[in-house]
């Protein structure tokens, strides 16, 4: 396997028409690309992995010598693969057809060597027409984690580029179902691939309001004084869907949504926010950082969690109702749970980490409780917390809640808002989704956005105790309505630690 690297050259001040400025269009003469989609037939690779190699096509941030070729078990005509994919291909209709003849598909087995082999003579064979000494292929895994051994076992020994370009692999979460799973994953691809070439997504990772965050916090010099247990009484990190698992419940039983969300989107969240300033901008640098910091986050103690399934009525069927779940079933669709950081800069204040399905609206958000006044001049009046709320989704924003004089003759306080609302503040705003900024960073080599195995290991060392002491008590989660914010529980155990929710306040750029 190749260790050459490579770097992608930008054409300053030349952007295309498709898209905002800020994007900067790639050279087209780098290197020819062949990206393999595998699991090409599966949802993520339609609704996620085609739709956001076409954004950067529409950007220009495709070499211009580009193919793309789906890999799965299941017999399609091409046609028909290209039907199945382009619905959920937005743009020109023109641009979709030019994207759409850079794809190809074919059909193979993903534990024989026969079909790998046989497929490396097809991707030869595309490649030749380029006529280039080098060529670089990207293996994105859009596949179930129960077959990534199998498949990287495949692309290992028939699909990797002896030399003149990179093999890079992708490999999509989740990365195990615990400690030792995990462990076992790491090791077995550590055999077959050097960790320069393993890119392991957490998609979170590439959300835009994700990125500001260190600029949010380290190029203002007005938070970092406030950032610390002194001045803030807890942070919560809350992600919110309004949806059931609508026909996925087979695969989502497999893994719940601690595993599903707390310990990879939330956790990744949480280190930013939480962190040491880094070194520097580096993809290492910052991930020393976030390592650090894990490893002051005491184990999450069951006494301070809870778990909760959602309940359907007479028009939305519940967890239990959905296909592939088993009727007995108890496995959490809702989790919240408090975390301590045992360093000198949030040792006693808690982070509360809260995550669900069904819920009664979709959002995603840092929410920074600061501590009341140490006064008593408004003690008459109803003092709410300071806020800086972090919206991740959908809406990105941020705004910071304080109290004003109402206007009139009277001394009344009012709580109100400082607001950063994208799409008001952003002339055009056009927002990459989050796979394109991630399979970009992978074609470059930048593994800034991505998971590094150590950092994956602390992350399981802190859930696993949790996990284990459910699955041996048989824990069996509250139940809480479709539509509703979750069980009652979880605002006790916020309550409990010390956030007070306003309930008389309504962000003005709130979804609902």
Request: charged fraction near 25%; hydrophobic fraction near 35%; charge should be neutral.
């Amino acid at each position: 396997m190749s260790s050459q690297s490579h770097v992608v050259h930008y054409a300053p001040g030349h952007t295309s028409p498709t898209h905002n400025a800020s994007f900067t269009q790639v050279a087209q003469d780098l290197t020819p690309l062949t990206v393999v989609v595998l699991g090409a037939s599966g949802d993520l690779a339609k609704k996620k992995t085609y739709p956001a190699l076409f954004g950067l096509y529409l950007r220009n941030l495709l070499p211009k010598n580009t193919i793309i070729y789906g890999y799965a078990r299941s017999h399609m005509e091409l046609n028909d693969f290209k039907k199945r994919i382009s619905s959920y291909l937005k743009g020109d209709e023109s641009k979709k057809q030019e994207f759409l003849s850079m794809c190809f598909y074919h059909s193979g087995k993903y534990d024989e060597k026969a079909s790998y082999d046989q497929f490396s003579e097809i991707l030869k064979k595309s490649e030749e027409k380029w006529n280039s000494t080098s060529v670089n292929r990207l293996f994105y895994m859009a596949i179930p984690p129960s077959i990534f051994l199998e498949v990287s076992k495949g692309i290992h020994d028939s699909l990797i580029l002896k030399s003149g370009g990179w093999s890079r692999i992708v490999v999509e979460k989740p990365f195990g179902k615990d400690l030792d799973s995990s462990r076992h994953l790491v090791t077995s691809l550590k055999k077959l691939f050097m960790e320069k070439d393993l890119f392991r997504i957490d998609h979170y990772l590439g959300k835009e309001m994700v990125q500001n965050l260190m600029v949010l916090r380290f190029a203002n010099s007005v938070f970092e004084p406030l950032w610390n247990k002194q001045h803030i009484s807890s942070i919560t990190i809350t992600f919110k869907e309004n949806i059931g698992t609508e026909g996925r419940g087979g695969y989502f039983d497999e893994f719940g949504i601690i595993r599903d969300v707390m310990q990879n989107h939330l956790m990744q969240v949480l280190s930013l926010v939480a962190m040491e300033p880094p070194v520097s901008m580096s993809a290492d640098d910052i991930t020393n950082e976030k390592v650090r910091l894990l490893r002051c986050i005491q184990p999450v103690r069951l006494d301070e969690t809870v778990f909760g399934q959602y309940l359907g009525n007479d028009k939305i069927p519940g967890y239990l109702d959905d296909e592939g779940v088993p009727k007995d079933s108890i496995t959490p669709t809702y989790a919240a749970a408090v975390f301590w950081v045992n360093n000198p800069r949030w040792r006693g204040m808690p982070f509360i980490l809260k995550c669900g399905k069904a819920l009664d609206e979709r959002k995603t958000e840092v929410r920074i409780q600061f501590k009341a006044p140490e006064n008593f001049l408004f003690k008459d009046q109803d003092i709410t917390r300071n806020e800086l709320v972090m919206r991740i989704q959908p809406g990105e924003a941020v705004y910071l809640k304080l109290l004003t004089k109402k206007p009139g003759l009277e001394n009344t306080i009012e709580q109100t808002e400082l607001d950063l609302s994208y799409k008001n503040r952003f002339e055009n705003l056009d927002l990459p989704d989050a796979y394109e900024r991630l399979i970009l960073d992978s074609i470059k080599g930048d593994h800034n956005l991505f998971v590094r195995d150590d950092e994956l290991d602390i992350a399981w060392q802190i859930f696993t105790p949790l996990l284990e002491q459910m699955e041996k008590r048989h824990l069996k989660p509250e139940p809480y309505e479709f539509g509703s914010r979750g069980p009652k529980s979880a605002d006790e155990l916020s309550k409990r630690f010390g956030f007070q929710r306003s309930t008389g306040y309504k962000w003005p750029g709130t979804s609902k």
